[in-house]
C-alpha cells in the first residue's frame, strides 16, 4: 500500500461515457419490456459491467422519465464508471426529485463527492439526513464530504454516528480511522482499527492501513510485520520504502 491508496477515497475522477446503441439493446428498444430491461439492469449492474448497466438505465428512464428507481439506477452506474458528473447532472434535473428524496440526495451527495465537489455534496447530504436521520449511510458519506473540506471533528462526528446506526461497518470504521490519521491523531487512528472486531482487522485494507499509521508513528518494525502479511516481499519492501520516505520528509500526517 502506497500514499494514494490513503487518499483514494477523496479522489473523483471524471470520464466521459458514450451512452450510444441504447435503441439496439437487447434485440431492439421496444422488443423488451421495461420489466425485463430492469431486470436484466440489476442483473448486470450485480456482476459489475456498469457501462451496460447504465445504458439499460437511461433506455428505461427514457421510457419513463419518472421512473425512480431508472434515474438512480442511471446516476450509481455513471457514477461507478467515473462519471460521476453527468450522474450529478441526471438527477439535478430530475423533475421533482432531488428537491425532496432523501434516497435522491443521497445519491447526489455521493456523486458531488466523486466530482471533489464537497461544498455542494455537504448541503444534499444534510438536506438527505434531515428526510431520513436514521440512515448510517447517509452520515458515513457525510463524514467523507466533512474530510475532503478538511472539516475533521465535523467528520469524525458523522462517522461516529454512522457506528452507532451501523455498528462494526467496515467502510465507516476505516474512514473513521483515515480522517484521525489525516487529523494527526494517529494513536486514535491505530486504535481504531485495532479495537475493530477480528472479522475486519483480519481484511487486507485494514491490515495495510494499520502498517501505515504505524510507520507514520515510527514502528517500523510493526509496520513491516503488518505489510508483509498481505504483499509480496517485493511489493512490501517497496510500501516500506515509501513509508520511510514519509517519515523523513514529515509528511502532514506524522505532525500532531
Known amino acids: 500500500m502506497n500514499l494514494s491508496a490513503l487518499n483514494r477515497i477523496f479522489l473523483g475522477g471524471v ?3 458514450a451512452l450510444g446503441g441504447c435503441a439496439n ?3 431492439g428498444d421496444r422488443e423488451v419490456s421495461s420489466e425485463t430491461l430492469a431486470l436484466a439492469a440489476t442483473t ?14 437511461r433506455t428505461l428512464l427514457d421510457r419513463s422519465p419518472k421512473d425512480r428507481n431508472a434515474l438512480l439506477g442511471l446516476a450509481r452506474n455513471l457514477r461507478y464508471t467515473g462519471n460521476a458528473k453527468l ?8 423533475p421533482g426529485f432531488s428537491a425532496g428524496d432523501a434516497v435522491i440526495l443521497l445519491e447526489l451527495g455521493k456523486a458531488e463527492i466523486a466530482t ?3 461544498k455542494d455534496a455537504v448541503r444534499h447530504l444534510q438536506s438527505s439526513q434531515a428526510k431520513d436521520p436514521g440512515n448510517w449511510d447517509v452520515f458515513g458519506t457525510l463524514g467523507i464530504g466533512f ?4 472539516s475533521y471533528d465535523k467528520a469524525q462526528e458523522a462517522y461516529a454516528k454512522a457506528l452507532t446506526l451501523s455498528p462494526g461497518n467496515l467502510s465507516v470504521l476505516n474512514n473513521m480511522a483515515i480522517s484521525l490519521a489525516l487529523s494527526g491523531k494517529i494513536d486514535a487512528a491505530i486504535s481504531t482499527l485495532e479495537d475493530a472486531p477480528i472479522s475486519i482487522r483480519r481484511m487486507p485494507q485494514v491490515r495495510q492501513n494499520l502498517a501505515l499509521f504505524y510507520a507514520l508513528k515510527g514502528d517500523l518494525k510493526k509496520a513491516g510485520t503488518l505489510t508483509k502479511m498481505d504483499l509480496s516481499e517485493a511489493d512490501a519492501r517497496n510500501n516500506l520504502a515509501v513509508f520511510n520516505r514519509l517519515r523523513r520528509h514529515r509528511h ?3 505532525k500532531n
Open 15 to 17: 470520464v466521459l461515457l
Open 25 to 27: 439493446m437487447m434485440g
Open 44 to 57: 448486470t449492474e450485480q456482476n459489475g459491467n456498469y457501462v451496460t448497466a447504465a445504458i439499460q438505465y
Open 87 to 94: 450522474a450529478a447532472a441526471e438527477l439535478l434535473k430530475a
Open 116 to 118: 471533489g465537489n464537497a
Open 147 to 150: 474530510d475532503l473540506l478538511k
Open 252 to 254: 502532514p500526517l506524522t
